[in-house]
């Protein structure tokens, strides 16, 4: 069992920068692949980016490709997720998720979820 808790959400200008965390329970943390989505109020929840067991390996959607960068302390069981650049149409509730295998794109391949954080980006 895994429990995912993030933090870091927030109201921030377009152009700013935020940096999303996400603390893990659980010894077998360093074993799980990582991704993070969001979701706008109405509409379908949507990949962002996901990352490896090991970090070596890190997957973005494009539109958030250059702009958001994931990563993994696997001694602190934390993943993170920092957002550069940040428009307006980057508001949105953000999850962070885990699964036992390599990472993947689609949000039901994941078994285990955080409440989410806003985030709000203000133009």
């Known amino acids: 069992q895994v429990q995912l808790t993030e933090s870091g959400g927030g109201l921030v200008q377009a152009g700013g920068s935020l940096r999303l965390s996400c603390a893990a329970s659980?010894?077998?943390?360093?074993?799980?692949?990582m991704g993070w989505f969001r979701q706008a109020p109405g509409k379908e929840r949507e990949f962002v980016a996901a990352?490896?067991?090991?970090?070596?390996?890190?997957y973005y959607a494009d539109s958030v490709k250059g702009r958001f960068t994931i990563s993994r302390d696997n001694a602190k069981n934390t993943v993170y997720l920092q957002m550069n650049s940040l428009e307006p149409e980057d508001t949105a509730v953000y999850s962070c998720?885990?699964?036992?295998?390599?990472?993947?794109?689609?949000?039901?391949?994941?078994?285990?979820w955080g409440q989410g954080t806003q985030v709000t980006v203000s133009s």
């Open positions: 990352i490896s067991w090991s970090g070596a390996g890190t």
């Open positions: 659980g010894r077998t943390f360093r074993t799980y692949a």
């Open positions: 998720s885990a699964r036992n295998g390599s990472p993947q794109r689609t949000g039901d391949e994941y078994d285990y």
